[in-house]
């Protein structure tokens, strides 16, 4: 190994353009930028991209990582735990449960996306949602977006329980001013009494004429 590439593998910049130099070429070419003849002078200039472009650069030049499939293998075995279903199954990298689906607030403007997913929650799945939500954000005070989670579920809550229709009163055990079974019985009897007694008195007057 010549001593211009043994100087490169020192840090993670370095080390891609050790291992692909011809894609780091490449990369900078599509940039707009003269690609260099040497080694060292292909590292200056990767850098001087990175500097100026930033992010962009940074995420296309990690691409050409020659250990990326190992290193995406291992982040993709993090997993942490759902606030929402409670698995191990949360994926920090792609921000969602790989068990319920379920995606914690981003912090970006997607306020709709992020309260739309408990529109299938009853209201005590939701309460029990945030209680979990406001244990996991007390243990991490300093996580804002977090913290804005936690208002946006207090609000969806709230809005909730204003719509509420008013509880109906329950069905009193007083009684009522209607008639009663047994009073009902009583009319019956003393209307077949009555039937009884007339017919009776009927038959009578026959009797004497």
Known sequence: MSQPFKQLAQNKIDYIVFHSPEAVSKLLYNHGFKVPKT???LTK??????RKK???????????????GAILSLESE???????????TYNSKGQYCESCGHANYLGSGDEDSF?????????????????????????????????????????????????????????T???SNGVSKDELILFGMIFIAGILVGHGLKNNIGNVK
Do not use: M
């Open 39 to 41: 080694p060292k002078a």
């Open 45 to 50: 200039a990767i850098k001087a991209l990175v």
């Open 54 to 68: 930033g992010k962009e650069v940074v995420t296309e030049l990690l691409q050409l990582h020659p250990d990326k």
């Open 78 to 88: 993090v997993k942490s735990s759902c606030t929402s279903c409670n698995k191990q």
């Open 115 to 171: 309260l739309g997913q408990f529109d299938s929650y009853s209201d005590t799945q939701l309460e029990r949602y945030y209680r979990g939500t406001v244990k996991k954000s007390n243990s991490e005070p300093q996580n804002k977006t977090l913290a804005q989670e936690v208002q946006l579920i207090w609000n969806e809550l709230r809005q909730r329980k204003s719509h509420e229709p008013p509880k109906e009163k329950g069905i």
């Open 173 to 175: 055990t007083k009684p």
